[in-house]
């Protein structure tokens, strides 16, 4: 039976707030696949470029090469976490910018305090036309959408799907 598959893994060394050097990340690796994983999308948090698409992918190489030099049996797949900004959507359609495995679901994040910005539903829209699938990282944490839960029907009826709010909280 196959195992499971995490679309949002922050496990990339020295990349952003996951682990800070190979052999850490080598070790959530094991950890991941003892938990029955076998397979992970790298999704560090890109904001504005940064980090960029070839660095991503260097350190998803640099990884699976040593968990396969270990006989580790997990599967490193490219992404990001991309923090909604003005130029996300020409990003993604420039290469500055990974979706989930290069496929055509991307994972967005909103911002936690601030209010959402008024591009917001302009930006859906426009993903949702150029055949995008929008994800939204972690939606309970962002203030705005717990103090008007309707605005979590508005972004469904916008095209955006959801990660299992139970599992997160």
């Known amino acids: 039976m196959p195992g499971y598959i995490d679309l949002h893994t922050h496990i990339l060394h020295d990349i952003d707030d996951g682990p800070r050097t190979l052999n850490e990340a080598v070790m959530l690796a094991r950890g991941l696949v003892d938990a029955g994983y076998e397979a992970v999308v790298a999704t560090p948090h890109a904001c504005e470029?940064?980090?960029t698409p070839p660095l991503i992918k260097e350190r998803v190489s640099e990884l699976q090469q040593e968990l396969n030099r270990q006989q580790i049996t997990l599967k490193i797949l490219p992404g990001s976490e991309l923090h909604i900004e003005p130029?996300?959507?020409?990003?993604?359609?420039?290469?500055?910018?990974?979706?989930?495995?290069?496929?055509r679901y991307l994972l967005l994040e909103l911002p936690f305090f601030q209010p959402l910005p008024v591009y917001l539903m302009p930006m859906l829209h426009t993903l949702k036309?150029?055949?995008?699938?929008?994800?939204?990282?972690?939606?309970?944490?962002?203030?705005?959408?717990?103090?008007?839960?309707?605005?979590?029907?508005?972004?469904?009826?916008?095209g955006v799907i959801y990660p299992r709010l139970w599992e997160a909280v």
């Open 49 to 51: 470029g940064s980090p």
């Open 87 to 103: 130029q996300t959507v020409k990003r993604l359609n420039v290469t500055e910018a990974l979706t989930l495995n290069g496929s």
């Open 129 to 158: 036309t150029e055949g995008y699938q929008t994800i939204i990282a972690h939606p309970e944490r962002v203030l705005a959408l717990q103090n008007d839960p309707q605005l979590l029907y508005t972004l469904h009826e916008a």
